[in-house]
């Protein structure tokens, strides 16, 4: 076997364990082999707007994931976003006053549903709804009000120099 041959040899393998360690790169980042147990129990809540939250978002409690979202559904009669969680085994604690909102992490980054633990004695069991919820915050939203607000601001402001 002369030396171009073994080189390119090399180079093929180097190239099959790069493409290999960007799989397993892509597997963490997606997290599609963490929390594939079907142990655990289902929460689900009401939102008005889920903004850009996808099944398999994580859910948490003070920053740490205790489960994931299972489904996104859509209730045509109350027009409202039903989010089904499944939350892992040993989380199975969180009283039935517990709160969900929907956050983003970081400036661009994916959205996540974010559980508040109440106070009351009773928990949540598989199946049981989360009453307290509160939607996204949709950028184009929000922009869209402090335009109007400046607009409208700007409108009162040139007729009191009017008169």
Request: glycine share 10%; net charge negative; charged share 20%.
């Amino acid at each position: 076997m002369d030396r171009s041959r073994t080189i390119e040899i090399g180079v093929g393998l180097f190239v099959a364990a790069g493409l290999a360690a960007l799989f397993m790169l892509a597997m963490q980042v997606s997290n599609l082999s963490a929390m594939s147990d079907n142990e655990g129990y289902d929460l689900t809540a009401r939102f008005e707007n889920v903004g850009g939250l996808k099944v398999r978002s994580p859910v948490s409690v003070g920053g740490v994931r205790v489960g994931r979202v299972a489904a996104i559904d859509f209730d045509s009669e109350t027009f409202e976003a039903v989010v089904r969680m499944h939350i892992a085994k040993q989380y199975d604690k969180f009283p039935t006053d517990t709160s969900a909102r929907i956050f983003t992490a970081g400036l661009l980054g994916e959205q996540y549903v974010a559980l508040e633990p109440g106070g009351a004695e009773e928990v949540l069991k598989t199946g049981d709804q989360i009453q307290l919820t509160q939607s996204a915050l949709v950028l184009e939203q929000i922009i869209g009000q402090f335009l109007f607000s400046k607009a409208s601001e700007g409108a009162t402001q040139s007729e009191g120099t009017k008169q």
